[in-house]
C-alpha cells in the first residue's frame, strides 16, 4: 500500500521548529515518515535557514517513530563517501529499519564551499555512483580499501553497523543515470514533472535493475511532491513566487553558487513556469487529485512539501481534509 509523507524543509524553519512540524505530521496520518533536506545554503536567502541535517535527523529519530531519510545529500564534496557511510550507518544502527539514505550529485550551491573544480554533470555522476560503490563495500563491515577515478580509500572498516545495510535511493532526472540507478541502488527519488517523463525515468530504472538480476518491484518508486496550498489563491500563489521560486526555475541549477543569485533570477519567475512542475491551489480536490494521480502512477511513496510559512495549518489542513480521500490501495 502507498504511503504519504511529509518533506521537511531545512532551508525554510529552524531545526527545532521542524521537529515540531514532524511530530504533528506524525499524529495528522503522514505515514510514509520523512524526507529531509541536506543543504549547506538555503536556495534564496528568504528561505533563511539551512541546519546540518545529520544532527536534526538524530532528535527526529528520537521525536518521531516513522521512517527518515535525506532529500538528498551529495557524497562526493563537502562530505567524502566514508563520511557519508559512517553517519548513514551510525543512524541505521540506532533507528533500525527506519533510515534511508538519499543521494544526489550534487550542487554548487551546497559544495562549492570547500573550493576546488566544480566539473561537468557526467563526471559528478560518476563520483556518485563510485561513492555509493564505496559506501556499499563499507557496510558489509569488512575492512575496505579502494582506489579509483575519484576516490581513495585506506583501509576502512565501520564498527557500528545496522543488522540490514542501509537502503540507498537516487534521486535522478534523467535516463541514463536512472539505469545505473535501478543497477546499483536501493530505488530511486524524483520530483514531480510531466507524466511522459517521469515514465521515461522509471523504465530505464527498471531496465537497470533487470540488468543487474534484480527484480524492479523491490525498488521503492519515491516522490517529492511540491505544492503551495493556502487558505487562498492569492496567498497560495504569493507563497509559490517567495518562498519557492526556485521551483520555477525549470533549468539545470546545478552550477549556481549562491543564494543571492538565486533571488536575482527568482525575479524573473511567473506563475505559469510552475506548470508541470508544482501545483499552486488553495482548491483542496484539487490538492487531492494531484496527489492521487501521481498515486495512479504506481508511486510507494510521496513525500509533500507545502512550500509555504504555516506548515502547522498545513499539516492539520491535509491531514483532516486531503489524506482521507486518498486511495492508497
Known sequence: MAKIGYAASMEQ???TELLDFCAQAEAAGFTAGFMVSEHFHPW??????????????????????LPFGTGVTCPTFRYHPAVVAHAAATLGAMFPGRFWLGLGAGEALNEHIVGGQWPEVGVRSAMMFEAIEIMNKLFTGEVVRHRGPHFTLESARLYTLPERPVPIYVATAGPVNARRTGRLADGMITVGAADAKLKDLWENCELGAREAGKDPKTQPKILQLHVSWAPTEEVALEN???????????????????????????????????VNRMLITADLG???ENIQHYLAMGFDEIHIHNVGRDQAQFIDVFGREVLPHLKLD
Open 44 to 65: 534564496t536567502p528568504t528561505q533563511g535557514q539551512s541546519g546540518f541535517a545529520w544532527a536534526f535527523m538524530g532528535a527526529l529519530g528520537l521525536r518521531t517513530s
Open 13 to 15: 524553519f529552524h531545526p
Open 240 to 274: 509559490a513566487l517567495v518562498e519557492w521560486p526556485n521551483g520555477g526555475m525549470a533549468f539545470p541549477k546545478q552550477d549556481i553558487r549562491n543564494p543571492e543569485d538565486f533571488a536575482a533570477m527568482a525575479k524573473l519567475v511567473k506563475p505559469e513556469h510552475f
Open 286 to 288: 484539487k490538492q487531492v
